[in-house]
């Protein structure tokens, strides 16, 4: 059965940084396009980065341009997102997902809290 895994997240200071990381059974990640959404509390989710299949073509969200940065690992079949200059507002749950024929797959997320 196909499922995705996140982890990485935590409890971060203002200004610091963390690296997610998405990982995959069932399948291998390299032939799928990989999108990193987020939720805060009483907030809808958005988008935050997507990465194609290739790498060649990343994408991100106007909120996180210059300081989030989406890459892939094809030697250990993962995705990452590395998040720089995190804010107070980037608190939120992480997930990623995919896209395998008409199905999308959803990781269960993991926490990530800026704060002081």
């Known amino acids: 059965q196909l499922q995705l895994v996140e982890s990485g997240g935590g409890l971060v200071q203002p200004g610091g940084s963390l690296r997610l990381s998405c990982a995959a059974s069932g399948v291998t990640l390299d032939y799928y396009g990989i999108g990193w959404f987020r939720q805060a509390p009483g907030k809808e989710r958005e988008g935050v980065s997507f990465i194609s299949n290739s790498g060649g073509r990343t994408n991100y969200a106007d909120s996180v341009k210059g300081r989030f940065t989406i890459s892939r690992d094809s030697a250990k079949h993962t995705a990452h997102l590395q998040m720089d200059s995190l804010k107070p507002d980037d608190t939120a749950v992480y997930s990623c997902?995919?896209?395998?024929?008409?199905?999308?797959?959803w990781g269960q997320g993991t926490q990530v809290t800026v704060s002081s």
């Open positions: 997902n995919m896209v395998c024929g008409a199905t999308v797959y």
